[in-house]
């Protein structure tokens, strides 16, 4: 059976803006029923996907619905403005 893959990654302007569409992103689990696998990983600035299944229709439909979220996360972060940066005081 064949395998269809889908391997992306998404530069954001700073890591910090990564990281936040990374952990939006990462709550949004596929289906198990669904036969499709999905991993978020995060490099620095680079939001990586890597979506896999063994039906052509079905990684397509995921991929649709990673790129509705991930529209949505940035029309969000460019309306709110770029994130405050975070301090630890330890």
Sequence with gaps: MSTFSVNLSIPFPSKREAEIAYQVLIVDKEPS???ITKKLT???NLLQ???CGTEARK????????FDS??????TMQLLGPPV????YY
């Design 33 to 35: 029923r669904g036969s």
């Design 85 to 88: 940066p975070t301090y630890n």
């Design 59 to 66: 990684v397509r439909v995921a991929l649709t619905s990673f």
């Design 42 to 44: 995060l490099d620095n």
């Design 49 to 51: 996907i890597l979506i």
């Design 70 to 75: 991930l529209i949505l996360v940035t029309e």
